[in-house]
């Protein structure tokens, strides 16, 4: 007699409970040890799983979202191909706006999860602007006005901070044995730094919650905003960003977050975009300023796949 397969629920069961590991080389001698949450094996090749599973949780549970609705949202990071993963999955037309200032490869994983896409010129060569994200803001407002269109509304929806608290801020928790001095990780809606950081406030008072920007665009430390290359990070102020929970703010260049990811893929195998340089960039600076008996920890947001058309592997 066969034994059953022991079946899932579908793909969204696959989100979460991603590894932890400690990268090899620390980048001085003495520092802390710096660990990285390898977020881009979730699904969609992102941590934004997450998020976009919890709102659309949270929107069904309130009855905000119905059979038969189609959801709209602009994005030009991975909120797009993890919010057209979750849409399929559950059956929901999506309606995404987004920017031709991001690589060729995001739009068409969006594309090929069956979203429907509305591609805004871009305002820059330099990289994403405030200006490109009022005009995608501006015709998600018009297209979220209309009958049966549910917006997701992802920079100021709580029920994605409350979702990364319990998933993700958990597991690092779990992980790190409640062993961990800081935690850096770039702010793009926020939801990840505030749920992240509220789990760890909750149970670890003094591990240091550190916000990192674009140095291009460091509107949280100086209030400054324009255009970079760290694509998925807002590079504006989120308003779900609570500096209650957040004990410094430390900024990225463009060229040294390049830089990082093309190391990291050789150097540790964590071939990730961009916003993940960036993130080990910060931690390996945080670690530089600790002692060895101390752990920093980090998040690899998405998938080097996403970049590939960028050069920056070489």
Same mark, same amino acid.
């Given at each position: 007699?066969?034994?059953?397969?022991?079946?899932?629920?579908?793909?969204?069961?696959?989100?979460?409970?991603?590894?932890?590991?400690?990268?090899?080389?620390?980048?001085?001698?003495?520092?802390?040890?710096?660990?990285?949450?390898?977020?881009?094996?979730?699904?969609?090749?992102?941590?934004? !799983?997450?998020?976009?599973?919890?709102?659309?949780?949270?929107?069904?549970?309130?009855?905000?979202?119905?059979?038969?609705?189609?959801?709209?949202?602009?994005?030009?990071?991975?909120?797009?191909? =993890?919010?057209?993963?979750?849409?399929?999955?559950?059956?929901?037309?999506?309606?995404?706006?987004?920017?031709?200032?991001?690589?060729?490869?995001?739009?068409?994983?969006?594309?090929?999860?069956? =979203? !429907?896409?509305?591609?805004?010129?871009?305002?820059?060569?330099?990289?994403?602007?405030?200006?490109?994200? =009022?005009?995608?803001?501006?015709?998600?407002?018009?297209?979220?006005?209309?009958? !049966?269109?549910?917006?997701?509304?992802?920079?100021?929806?709580?029920?994605?901070?409350?979702?990364?608290?319990?998933?993700?801020?958990?597991?690092?928790?779990?992980?790190?044995?409640?062993?961990?001095?800081?935690?850096?990780?770039?702010?793009?809606?926020?939801?990840?730094?505030?749920?992240?950081?509220?789990?760890?406030?909750?149970?670890?008072?003094?591990?240091?919650?550190?916000?990192?920007?674009?140095?291009?665009?460091?509107?949280?430390?100086?209030?400054?905003?324009?255009?970079?290359?760290?694509?998925?990070?807002?590079?504006?102020?989120?308003?779900?960003?609570?500096?209650?929970?957040?004990?410094?703010?430390?900024?990225?260049?463009?060229?040294?977050?390049?830089?990082?990811?093309?190391?990291?893929?050789?150097?540790?195998?964590?071939? =990730?975009?961009?916003?993940?340089?960036?993130?080990?960039?910060?931690?390996?600076?945080?670690?530089?300023?600790?002692?060895?008996?101390?752990?920093?920890?980090?998040?690899?947001?998405?998938?080097?796949?996403?970049?590939?058309?960028?050069?920056?592997?070489?």
């Amino acid at each position: 007699m066969n034994t059953p397969l022991t079946t899932d629920l579908g793909i969204l069961r696959a989100v979460g409970n991603t590894p932890l590991i400690q990268l090899h080389a620390n980048g001085s001698d003495g520092g802390a040890s710096v660990f990285v949450k390898l977020e881009y094996l979730n699904p969609s090749g992102s941590v934004k !799983d997450r998020m976009t599973l919890a709102i659309l949780d949270d929107a069904e549970r309130r009855g905000q979202l119905k059979p038969g609705m189609t959801v709209v949202e602009y994005t030009g990071g991975s909120t797009g191909p =993890a919010l057209a993963l979750a849409c399929r999955a559950k059956g929901y037309p999506l309606k995404l706006v987004t920017s031709s200032c991001f690589t060729p490869e995001r739009l068409a994983m969006m594309a090929a999860f069956g =979203a !429907d896409l509305e591609v805004m010129p871009r305002r820059s060569p330099e990289g994403m602007t405030q200006e490109d994200v =009022a005009d995608m803001t501006n015709r998600v407002a018009e297209l979220a006005s209309l009958p !049966d269109y549910f917006s997701t509304d992802q920079f100021h929806n709580q029920a994605m901070v409350e979702g990364y608290r319990q998933t993700l801020g958990q597991e690092i928790l779990n992980q790190t044995g409640g062993r961990m001095t800081a935690f850096c990780t770039g702010v793009g809606t926020g939801g990840t730094l505030m749920g992240v950081g509220l789990a760890i406030k909750e149970t670890l008072p003094d591990c240091q919650v550190v916000a990192m920007e674009p140095a291009g665009s460091p509107a949280l430390s100086k209030g400054v905003v324009g255009p970079h290359k760290l694509q998925g990070l807002s590079g504006g102020k989120s308003p779900l960003v609570d500096m209650n929970v957040v004990d410094s703010v430390e900024t990225a260049g463009d060229d040294e977050a390049i830089a990082m990811a093309a190391s990291l893929a050789k150097t540790d195998g964590i071939f =990730a975009g961009i916003s993940t340089g960036a993130n080990v960039v910060v931690a390996r600076r945080l670690a530089e300023r600790l002692g060895p008996d101390d752990v920093v920890v980090t998040i690899a947001v998405d998938s080097g796949m996403k970049y590939m058309s960028t050069g920056i592997f070489g």
